[in-house]
């Protein structure tokens, strides 16, 4: 089985300051993603990558940059963190992305803002 | 674009009881349909996928259902026991894609003794 690990678990940032949250995985799966939950909200895709390099934008993709240097790993950047901003970002991995794959997903960093 | 909601916010039932989370979902498209599971302090967890071609699925404990007319996913446990208590996602897809997927809310499920 594989597994994918996600650091820092906790960020604590202040306004205005650039962030970045990284993700690994080791199931060699093509597609990755980022996902941000926040409390009584679904999972809202921030990015998504089908492969090395690539990048797509998903529904809040706005505030945020992402890079995917290598298969196994994603980053995401909050480019300007937000005043008393609370959410977990989650990361995900596919096979492929074909509809109907499931997710694997990281344990999540939690983002607070002071 | 797809829009999925998920009720009830927070469910408390009494060990033995059974439970009921269900979605809605907008987009007659969708065919994909995947519940999850995130347990206090762990990552997601897939409990079913299931396709719009069945319409009763059976699980250890839970049985899913589908009523494509109404656009209605359900998740139903049977005989709650004090591990089912966790936070339950629904998932739905179209035929557009993975990151096409739209989540519900989530449910926050507790099993009292």
């Known amino acids: 089985g594989g597994i994918i690990t996600q650091t820092p678990k906790f960020l604590i940032g202040q306004e205005g300051q650039k962030l970045t949250l990284k993700c690994q995985q080791n199931?060699?799966?093509?597609?990755m993603y980022w996902y941000r939950q926040d409390s009584g909200k679904g999972l809202r895709l921030i990015y998504y990558?089908?492969?090395?390099?690539?990048?797509q934008k998903g529904d809040l993709s706005e505030g945020y940059d992402a890079s995917r240097e290598k298969k196994s790993s994603f980053s995401l950047t909050v480019t300007s963190a937000q005043k008393n901003e609370m959410a977990v970002f989650l990361c995900?991995?596919?096979?492929?992305?074909?509809?109907?794959?499931?997710?694997?997903f990281g344990h999540g960093t939690k983002l607070s803002v002071l | 674009g797809e829009q999925v909601e998920q009720r009830p916010p927070h469910l408390s039932v009494r060990e033995g009881d059974s439970a009921v989370i269900t979605c809605t979902y907008t987009?007659?498209?969708?065919?994909?349909f995947f519940w999850y599971k995130q347990e206090p302090g762990a990552s997601l967890q897939l409990l079913m996928k299931?396709?719009?071609?069945?319409e009763i699925n059976e699980g250890q404990g839970f049985t899913v259902l589908l009523n494509k007319k109404d656009k209605r996913l359900s998740l139903n446990l049977t005989a709650a026991h004090p591990g089912d208590s966790a936070a339950y996602f629904c998932?739905?897809?179209?035929?557009?894609?993975?990151?096409?997927?739209?989540f519900g809310a989530g449910t926050k499920l507790t099993i009292k003794p």
């Open positions: 995900a991995s596919s096979i492929q992305g074909r509809e109907g794959e499931r997710l694997f």
């Open positions: 199931f060699n799966h093509d597609t």
């Open positions: 990558s089908i492969t090395e390099n690539d990048l």
């Open positions: 987009d007659p498209n969708s065919y994909y």
């Open positions: 299931v396709f719009s071609s069945t």
């Open positions: 998932a739905v897809s179209a035929n557009y894609g993975n990151e096409k997927i739209t």
